[in-house]
């Protein structure tokens, strides 16, 4: 069955603090992206990565940066966490034919709180 | 830039009803069509995928088109139930990044 994990379910930072969203992905699927979720503006793309050590930037990747070392494991860093980066964190993955992204497959989420 | 939209944002039935959720994109070049639920507090499951050369493709009690030419998908869901309850969301695969567009979702209530 696929899966994908995220590795909070819930969590609280403070301003300023640095923080670390994991994601992991046992599909060994070569694709995988982070988005938020915010009421109202519906799901937007913050980074995505084809491959290990690969990123590209999404709709909105400011204020955050990515690493993926594993193809397996896709993390979203927060360099110094703003009340603003407060929503819903969703991790995917997918599947890479022909050069064309098939279906994703999404983590639980992680809602992050910033006080 | 792809555009996708769907109305209404809410929609209230009683249950037993067959009902037709839309969905609609800006862009017909498209390479995939997914429609998606989420239950509140949740991530999103994976419903149907319509590649770009296929019309529908039916799940048990769902059934998804796909119009590329006019830029429209439907989801049609047969008998809802209370279960049934959840916000749908429409998603697609387009651009030289082929990057995944959602719309904002369909909040669904089906009533005993």
């Known amino acids: 069955d696929v899966k994908v994990t995220q590795s909070s379910r819930y969590l609280v930072k403070r301003t300023g603090e640095k923080v670390f969203l994991e994601c992991v992905q046992d599909?060994?699927?070569?694709?995988m992206f982070w988005y938020r979720q915010d009421p109202g503006l519906g799901l937007r793309l913050i980074y995505f990565s084809y491959d290990v050590k690969m990123k590209e930037k999404g709709d909105i990747p400011e204020g955050y940066s990515v690493s993926r070392e594993k193809k397996e494991r896709f993390s979203l860093i927060l360099e110094s966490a703003s009340t603003n980066q407060t929503s819903m964190y969703l991790c995917?993955?997918?599947?890479?034919?022909?050069?064309?992204?098939?279906?994703?497959?999404f983590g639980p989420g992680t809602r992050l709180t910033v006080t | 830039k792809q555009e996708v939209t769907q109305i209404p944002a809410a929609l209230s039935v009683p249950e037993g009803e067959n009902l037709v959720l839309n969905c609609s994109f800006t862009d017909s070049a498209i390479y995939n069509l997914q429609w998606f639920r989420q239950d509140p507090g949740k991530g999103l499951t994976s419903l149907l995928l319509?590649?770009?050369?296929?019309r529908e493709q039916t799940s048990g009690r769902l059934n998804a088109s796909l119009d590329k030419s006019s830029g429209r998908s439907t989801l049609y869901i047969a008998a809802s139930q209370p279960g049934d309850s959840a916000t749908y969301l429409c998603a697609v695969i387009s651009g030289a990044n082929s990057k995944l567009t959602f719309g904002k979702g369909i909040t669904l209530s089906v009533r005993p």
């Open positions: 995917a993955s997918s599947t890479q034919t022909s050069g064309r992204i098939y279906e994703q497959y």
């Open positions: 599909m060994d699927h070569e694709n």
């Open positions: 319509i590649q770009s050369s296929q």
